[in-house]
């Protein structure tokens, strides 16, 4: 079966430091987010794309956060200055269509120390 | 922007009783409901689904209400197992904008 794969599955970085956090999608979908989720806390949007723009992101994703699809397989998340609070359980999501089944990537975990 | 809330928040059932989840949106525009599982440490799963063209939908031991008056949804699983332990999302997203807003989570845990 098809899936979301995401790497590395786990980064540590200094704060300050920039992190790449990578996705490849399921080849066909045409949707793609971030999602985030702090230790024990609910999972939060962060970012959708579709037609390779960003099509709506949230409060949290500020000028920090950037996402990039460079070459038609991957799609990345980008953080350019982490912060202590970035420190979360980061999943890729990719549908074919909207509201269908969003099928989750098994995360990266960001440490910042 | 959708709000979903989600009770209760930690469930304990004895094996082979009922399970029962609550959710409430604030977007009558949503018009997809979710469900997820996740285990922990492991991604979110999606166990089952619903349309706001439809009141109900079964799978097997799984099913979910919905109820577009109140703005509500649940979840119901029947003769819990203990590989139902699990911590539940719901979420939401609308016609125009398919982002997911997700509930805060049940635990559940399903006692032998």
């Known amino acids: 079966e098809p899936e979301v794969t995401q790497t590395p599955s786990h980064q540590v970085t200094q704060m300050g430091q920039e992190v790449i956090l990578r996705c490849v999608p399921i080849s066909n979908h045409l949707y793609f987010y971030w999602y985030r989720q702090i230790l024990g806390q609910k999972v939060e949007f962060l970012v959708s794309?579709?037609?390779?723009?960003?099509?709506?992101k949230s409060e949290i994703f500020d000028d920090q956060f950037s996402v990039e699809r460079p070459d038609g397989s991957n799609f990345t998340l980008k953080i350019r200055s982490t912060k202590l609070e970035d420190s979360a359980m980061y999943f890729c999501?990719?549908?074919?269509?909207?509201?269908?089944?969003?099928?989750f990537g098994q995360g990266t975990r960001l440490t910042v120390v | 922007g959708e709000n979903v809330e989600q009770h209760p928040s930690t469930l304990s059932v004895q094996e082979g009783d009922s399970a029962v989840i609550k959710c409430t949106y604030s977007?009558?525009?949503?018009?997809?409901f979710p469900w997820y599982k996740q285990e922990l440490g492991k991604r979110p799963q999606l166990i089952i689904d619903i349309r706001s063209n439809v009141g109900e939908k079964k799978d097997q031991r799984i099913a979910v209400t919905l109820n577009k008056t109140a703005k509500h949804f649940s979840l119901h699983i029947t003769e819990t197992q203990p590989e139902d332990s699990a911590v539940y999302f719901c979420a939401a997203s609308g016609a125009n904008d398919y982002k997911l807003s997700f509930g805060a989570g049940t635990t559940v845990t399903v006692r032998a």
């Open positions: 794309f579709y037609n390779n723009e960003i099509s709506e």
């Open positions: 977007d009558s525009a949503s018009n997809y």
């Open positions: 999501a990719s549908q074919w269509v909207g509201n269908t089944e969003a099928f």
